[in-house]
Every structure is written in C-alpha cells, then in structure tokens.
C-alpha cells in the first residue's frame, strides 16, 4: 500500500506545471480560453555559453509582461545545450513566472517535424492573432544541407541553429512546416530575433503565411541586460492592438538592443561594413510588388540576350558596384566590401535607372526601365512599415536586400551551391531574378 501511494505521489507531482524560478507549483487556469494575443517563441538555445545564457535572459523578460495570461497567451519551447545543464522545456508566462509545462528530451530544433510540432502546440492556444518569435542565430536562406558544405568557407545555417545536432532548419523546411502545420491559415506577425534574416527572397517566402514580417539586414545582438521597454507592454494591454501595430512594437523592442551594441561592435565593421539595419515589411504589399519586378526582370532577360548586352551587363554590374551592399554569410571569401552577396534593392533600383539612362540605347527600353525602377522602387517603400539604418545609410537604404554576388569568386561559388537553390525559392519563380543572374553570369 505505502508502495503504492508513493508511486500515485510520483505520477502526481510529475504532471503539476514547474514555476522557473518560484518555490511552489500550481496549475494554471485559462490556458483553454481565447486571448485577444498568441504569442509563440521558438527558442533554439544549443547554441554557444555565452549567447544561451543572453537569449535565456532575454527570454525571461516575457514572464514580465502584465498582460501574459490575463488578455495575453505566451509560450515558449527552449531547447537548450545539454539535459544535464537543463533539459529542454514548453513554457507559459504567467504572473510574472515561466511556468514549465512539459519537460523535453533534448531534441533537434533544426528538424522540421520537430519544428512542425512545435507550431501544432503553439496553435493550441485559442486567440484572435498570433505571432511567432524566432530566437536563435540566423544567416538568411543559405542552407540546404545541414549548417556546414564541404566547400562551404563559414557555416550558412538560416535559422534555429542546433548545434549539439550539427542541424538547423533551412527556408525550405521552414515553408513545409508552416504549410502543413497551418494549412491556409495565417500567423499575424514573424519576428526574428536573429541576425541577417531580412532578404526579399526570404521575407517573400514565407509571405504566405505571415502579414508582417520583422528581421534584420545585418548582425543582431543579444543582450543579458535588455529589459523590455515600456512600449511593447503597452502595445499588449491596449484593447483591440493592430497585428500592424503590434509588429511595429516588436520592431522597436528588438531594434533596442543592437542601438546599444553596433557602434563599437567590430562584428558590424567585418561583416556589415560598419552598418545596421532592421525593417518591419507587410508582407501582403510585399507580394503586390511582385509583377513589376517580373516585367523589369523580363526587359533585362531581353536586353542580356540582345547585341546590347554589354551596355546592359555594364549597367547592371555598374549598378551593383554604386548600390549599399550588406554581407556576413559568406565572410572568408570577401576580399572587400564590393564582395558582399546582399545589395540593397532600393539603393540598387535607384543607381540603375541612372546607369540606363547613359549606357541602354535603345531609347523606347530606356524609358520603360527607368519608370519600372521608379514603381519597384515605390512598391518596396509601400511594404515597408519602418526601417531603421544606421547613420551612414541615411538616404540610400530600403528595407530588403537581395543577392547579386561580385562577378569573381563569389560568383563561381553561387552558381555551383546557391544557384540549384535560389531557382526553387517563391521569388524567383514569380519574378526572374535568377534568370537575370544566371544570363548575367554565365552567357
């Protein structure tokens, strides 16, 4: 009998929720009632010491928000770096308090269905919006088989690096999650609170599934004593807060802590070129933008096939040369900053209408081009919500990026490992940029 009991003592105390940093457990009422806000963290900690321990930090200062569990449901799933330091865990905020919900088997938070089933218990939580925080380190789409390539010169992992699982998840598992997971429906916000995820291809990608998306050009950083300001609490408390709203609050929360860190960071100088940007994109407007970029696209397919192929190729190399250019994920094959693989596309839009109009000579394409590059341009201000550049970029920076390597090395290593790629992403199929780079490059 005393056996017994025990055991029913056991089994007990095993399905009681765990209160992160509180003495008593409780169980948790509401979590079946339908809050005005979801928010979901997908928090891949298997990462360095240092930056487990920031992003851990940084994490509890949800547990803050006063809305959390009154008006507001936040859950969290954090893998961490080994089960003997903590194990993987599911959590709600809730009164100030992580509470643990379910203790995990240290997993690999760069496999899709591990993902994917992180999505399914997320969606759980009956709300009227939803957003979906990454938090983790990032470095745009460039990954398609696992973090590291054999020729590859630094690890290109996208996003929810796992590196006790030598894994991450690339765009492509991202998009099969969040396509079987939601399955038409729609998460308000994306937010990544990891570096260099802010490209068009990747922000395009996942527009399906996303109204706003929230990343950066460039390096973020993490900070183990970032508090959340007032304005994102705020935000949450408000009755009927925008989706709209709400991704600018984030923005701004995020954007905080690289404010503090990027002038004396030597990681922007070596990787950035000293810069810092950070968008808040709609992404519905995003893919309006679309058909203007496939019909300039079209024009220079044309013109790269035609006998004014030079003065084309000119224009478009003198254009990349001329525009803001962002890097980091290709770093060792950098001999400068002309190197960098991301070019601002407003910048880039802006110095090819210019380089057009003295070197296209046929006068009917030239006008055609320089006002397409006027309402590309006009579209990309359209979907974005904010942007912040640092200093130096006041007046030549937008809110995306897109690849368009140097034509030396970097060039080769795109079309042997990127270009396979970069051909199966939503944004070249709907516009031709690859087409363009490809006829660019190699005719």
Wanted: glycine share 6%; with cysteine.
């Amino acid at each position: 009998m005393k056996t017994m009991r025990f055991l029913i003592l056991i089994i007990f105390l095993m399905s009681v929720p765990v209160i992160y940093g509180a003495e008593t457990s409780r169980a948790i009422d509401g979590l079946d009632q339908e809050k005005e806000w979801s928010i979901m963290i997908y928090s891949s900690l298997d990462v360095e010491d240092w930056l487990e321990s920031a992003f851990f930090d940084e994490l509890t200062q949800f547990s803050k928000i006063r809305a959390a569990g009154d008006t507001v449901h936040i859950v969290a799933q954090v893998d961490f770096r080994t089960d003997e330091k903590k194990p993987s865990e599911r959590y709600y905020f809730k009164d100030q308090q992580m509470i643990s919900l379910e203790k995990l088997e240290n997993y690999n938070a760069g496999d899709q269905q591990v993902f994917a089933d992180f999505l399914r218990w997320g969606m759980k939580f009956p709300a009227k919006h939803r957003m979906l925080i990454i938090q983790s380190h990032g470095s745009s789409w460039m990954s398609f088989a696992g973090p590291t390539l054999p020729e590859h010169p630094v690890a290109s992992k996208s996003f929810s690096y796992d590196d006790g699982s030598n894994d991450c998840l690339n765009i492509f598992e991202a998009t099969g999650a969040f396509r079987e997971v939601l399955n038409g429906r729609k998460i308000d916000i994306l937010a990544f609170r990891a570096c260099m995820m802010d490209q068009i291809e990747t922000a395009y990608q996942y527009s399906p599934f996303f109204d706003y998306f929230v990343g950066s050009e460039t390096v973020q950083f993490a900070d183990s004593d970032y508090k959340l300001g007032p304005a994102f609490q705020e935000a949450l408390e408000k009755s009927g807060v925008s989706p709209r709203d709400l991704a600018v609050s984030i923005y701004e929360t995020f954007l905080e802590p690289n404010l503090k860190s990027y002038s004396y960071s030597m990681l922007y100088h070596t990787m950035c070129g000293g810069s810092f940007k950070m968008a808040c994109l709609d992404l519905g407007k995003l893919r309006e933008a679309a058909p203007k970029f496939l019909e300039l696209n079209s024009i220079l397919t044309s013109g790269l096939d035609s006998s004014d192929r030079e003065n084309y190729s000119s224009a478009l190399l003198g254009s990349r040369k001329k525009a803001v250019k962002m890097g980091g994920t290709l770093s060792k094959l950098y001999a400068d900053s002309d190197d960098y693989e991301f070019v601002d596309l407003g910048s880039f839009l802006d110095k090819f209408a210019l380089e057009c109009g003295t070197l296209i000579s046929i006068s009917d394409q030239k006008e055609k081009i320089v006002s397409l590059c006027s309402q590309c341009r006009e579209a990309l201000t359209q979907a974005t919500v904010q942007c912040y550049p640092s200093p130096e970029l006041e007046g030549m920076y937008t809110a995306a990026t897109f690849i368009m390597p140097q034509k030396n090395k970097m060039v080769q290593y795109y079309l042997k490992n990127l270009e396979p790629v970069f051909q199966e992403m939503d944004f070249c199929r709907d516009t031709n940029w690859d087409v363009v780079l490809h006829k660019l490059y190699v005719q």
